[in-house]
């Protein structure tokens, strides 16, 4: 007997119970929640997500790589944007200690001149110009280094002619660093000879604009350039990273 009822307590123990069928009705609502969580995230969330990151962080994919000279030779390659009206800019640029640059002339040049002899600062000491969209840089600012511009940071500015959603002008530049004065590898003429990394001349204004505290935000497009190396119009080699650094302008209530 008690043999007997042992086996048939075990076989009621390990009798396996019946599995629970889920109901279609159960299996459609679970489907059609999961196909409205998804229409909402693809076609909703994540437009509104992405058109707000557009909109904070503008391209610049329209943008020509390399600046020209005036007679078509490849220029200084473009590493830096903005994004700000032109009084936004100006007062960036001031709050950061850089001053606007003159532009080239007999009575500029011969200031310059003599301030490389002399060895006198010249905080508005004149750049050359290069092209861009048919034309010459719209604004220039340069810092000097010491006492002689013969060495100095400078970056040229141009503005794009497109606009950010909410209608802020877009501007693209260059920044390069003078290391001293030279003669011209293609003309023999006397000029500024540009040190070769860009990136960090880059990377020194953007310290500059940081810590005017006047940027909202600032974002990094990388591959920007395909090309890493080259010639500027002078002769002198460039190499890059391949990023465009951006800025975005604090909206100060007087823009224009």
């Known amino acids: 007997m008690g043999k007997k009822g042992d086996r048939s307590l075990a076989n009621e123990h390990t009798t396996a119970a019946p599995r629970r069928r889920v109901r279609p009705a159960v ?8 196909l409205a969580a998804w229409l909402m995230l ?23 790589r390399v600046t020209q ?17 032109q009084t936004q800019i100006q007062s960036l640029m ?3 200690d850089w001053y606007a640059a003159v532009g080239l002339g007999l009575d500029s040049d011969l200031k310059i001149a003599a301030d490389t002899v ?19 840089e719209d604004l ?18 141009w503005k794009t002619g497109e606009t950010t959603a909410d209608g802020r002008p877009k501007w ?8 001293r004065v030279g003669f011209s590898h293609t003309t023999g003429a006397i000029t500024h000879v540009t040190a070769p990394d860009v990136d960090a001349e880059r990377d020194y204004l953007f310290k500059c604009l940081e810590a005017t ?3 909202a935000d600032q974002y990094v497009i990388p591959n920007f350039h395909k090309q890493l190396e080259g010639l500027n119009g002078g002769g002198d080699p460039w190499q890059t990273g391949g990023s465009l650094y951006v800025g975005i302008v604090a909206d100060e209530a007087d823009a224009n």
Do not use: C
């Open 69 to 85: 000279t005036a007679d078509h030779h490849p220029g200084d390659p473009l590493n830096v944007a903005l994004v700000g009206a």
């Open 42 to 64: 693809a076609y909703l969330i994540m437009p509104m997500v992405w058109s707000e990151y557009a909109q904070r962080h503008p391209t610049f994919d329209e943008n020509p």
């Open 172 to 179: 693209i530049g260059s920044a390069v660093y003078d290391q």
């Open 213 to 215: 505290e006047k940027l």
């Open 94 to 96: 001031a709050a950061a």
């Open 140 to 157: 220039a600012f340069e810092q000097p280094v010491g006492d002689n511009p013969r060495h100095r940071h400078h970056v040229r500015l």
């Open 118 to 136: 002399l060895s006198r600062p010249d905080d508005d000491a004149p750049v050359s110009s290069l092209y861009l969209f048919g034309r010459k």
């Open 27 to 34: 299996l459609l609502k679970g489907a059609v929640s999961l």
